[in-house]
């Protein structure tokens, strides 16, 4: 998993990723200098528990990514099987790339 994460990180605009459970726990991280991997795993399983009830409540099953857009970084949670793949950009990252590495890095994932 872990060599997984550090091929995704080469992707240009991305600074960090992990994989966290759906309880907030860090299974995996290869994130940049002063990123605190427990919180965010627990801050990132928390937005995905919300948007999977949101989803539900909807009727819009399953969710697959969310995605949190702030000034200074761009957030992509992706739901791959054994818990959430994070994804940590640049704000103005080509989002097309990331979503096809994240389509790749998921599929790798699942498959371990």
Known sequence: MYKVLEELNKTTGITGSMIVGSDGIVIAADLGGG???????ALAASIMATARKSM????KN???Q???????AKIFLTDVGIGL???????????????LEIRNAASQIKVK
Do not use: F, H
């Not at 990123?35 to 795993?41: A, I």
């Not at 969310?66 to 200074?72: I, K, P, W």
């Open 56 to 59: 539900e409540r909807l009727k």
């Open 35 to 41: 990123q605190q991997d427990e919180t965010l795993g």
């Open 62 to 64: 399953p969710l697959r």
């Open 85 to 99: 793949l994070v994804v940590l950009t640049e704000p103005s990252v080509n989002i097309g790339l990331v979503r």
């Open 66 to 72: 969310v995605s949190v857009e702030a000034e200074g």
